[in-house]
């Protein structure tokens, strides 16, 4: 596959080769060459007219069960609070208008027609459900298998010990094609954190899967959870396989805790999955690609019952991180776009090097995977204002969507 005339962060126009789903080279863009291969996907290349060439996005936290994208718009029942939204999801969640492999599918497809080819996604599993969630999520990662790697998180959203037999539920779940294991707030919804943790890490064990703990538990609560999934992470030598997902009032307390909280990720390689909420005291952004750490960005729930917000476009949640995080600098509201591609990549594969600096622009070298976002714009940072629809992805080196549609 050729890849003519993009501009790769914004630089000059080059064309991009692949081979086997890989990028093999890119070079200054030569229009004769252009000219000779043809300018059709079909013909094995996509003519980029001028656009940006960026590195597809990666959704590391989203919730595939539960989106209402595509159905007609219901206002918001829920009540503040975790579990009065579980229970308002719980309340209404059968009442969709299609199955949760249909919905899971239709949002699945429009995140990878806005540019999005790597994608965690939590699966609830809870009393009220067993596993039914978790099997339309499975079916929307098997219908979308050529566009999208997905990987699913076994997600006990209503607690592992509040309700009989959810342990068992997960175990189950990650025998039969779970990746990660998801735990939730250790100390306020369970109310026993070293049970939870203790039950979450022994399930990793023994599926030799990683974990993501939702945390939103409050300062000095929020850092005591985090010291005892830190202390677990040690014993079990699971640096690398650990993701904290939200975890976005640890860098209320002190700021030496927050110094303290992101050596101490860094060194134990312990990732970030932010969703880039309005209200925060997250440990900053900047000090944690400086310091090593891996951050990945996700739209969380997409019009569902806990939120009206999200619409499976990475473009608008980048747009988002760069707003809440109050970036102006071109130089840090492309940082968000690094967070919201390589960054969340990194985190799906360890193997992938981290970010080394606000200013580091990877994934378009030959080596890196061709899995690419196409997109009008200027530049990086005005691509992220102005989110233009003149778009085609790449993954493995196929188109899987233009103009915002699906591919055949
Ligand atoms: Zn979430």
């Given at each position: 596959m050729l890849v003519t005339d993009v501009r790769p962060w914004g630089g000059a126009p080059s064309d991009i080769e692949t081979t086997d789903g890989v990028i093999t080279a890119v070079t200054p863009h030569d229009p004769n060459r252009a000219r000779a291969t043809g300018?059709?996907?079909?013909?094995?290349?996509?003519?980029?007219?001028g656009r940006l060439a960026l590195p597809a996005f990666a959704?590391?936290?989203?919730h595939l069960d539960s989106t209402r994208l595509g159905l007609p718009f219901r206002p918001h029942t829920g009540a503040p609070g975790i579990w009065p939204m579980v229970m308002n999801d719980r309340a209404h969640?059968?009442?969709?208008?299609?199955?949760v492999a249909e919905g899971a599918t239709h949002t699945l497809g429009r995140m990878i027609s806005c540019g999005t080819t790597r994608v965690r996604s939590y699966a609830q599993i809870d009393a009220d459900c067993g596993l039914e969630r978790f099997e339309g999520v499975l079916a929307a990662k098997e219908a979308h298998a050529d566009r999208a790697d997905v990987e699913i998180i076994a997600f006990p959203q209503a607690g592992?010990?509040?309700?009989?037999g959810v342990p068992q539920l997960l175990d189950a779940a990650l025998s039969s094609g779970a990746a990660v294991v998801g735990g939730i707030d250790p100390c306020t919804l369970d109310r026993d954190p070293v049970r939870h943790l203790d039950i979450l890490f022994d399930l990793a064990e023994r599926h030799q899967a990683p974990v993501d703990v939702h945390l939103h538990e409050p300062g000095t609560l929020g850092v005591f959870s985090a010291d005892l999934i830190l202390e677990r992470v040690r014993a079990l030598d699971m640096a690398g396989r650990v993701t904290l997902s939200h975890a976005y009032d640890l860098g209320g307390v002190d700021e030496a805790t927050t110094r303290r909280l992101t050596e101490e990720f860094a060194a134990l390689d312990i990732s970030m999955a932010t969703v880039a909420p309005a209200q925060h005291h997250s440990l900053p952004l900047t000090g944690l690609t400086a310091a090593g750490v891996r951050v990945g960005l996700g739209q969380d729930g997409q019009r569902d019952y806990w939120s009206p917000y999200g619409n499976g476009d990475m473009l608008d949640r980048t747009w988002q991180l760069a707003f809440t995080q109050r970036f102006r600098a071109d130089e840090l509201v492309e940082h968000c776009l690094a967070v919201a591609t390589r960054g969340g990549a990194a985190i799906l594969d360890p193997e992938l090097p981290r970010?080394?600096?606000?200013t580091d622009r990877p994934g378009l070298a030959p080596g890196d995977r061709a899995d690419l976002l196409l997109v009008d714009g200027e530049t990086p940072t005005s691509a992220v204002m102005d989110?233009?629809?003149d778009r085609t992805v790449l993954h493995d080196g196929h188109v899987v969507a233009e103009g915002l549609t699906l591919a055949d």
């Open positions: 300018s059709s996907s079909r013909d094995g290349a996509v003519d980029g007219r959704d590391v936290h989203c969640w059968r009442d969709a208008e299609r199955s592992l010990l509040r309700e009989k970010l080394t600096s606000v989110r233009g629809t």
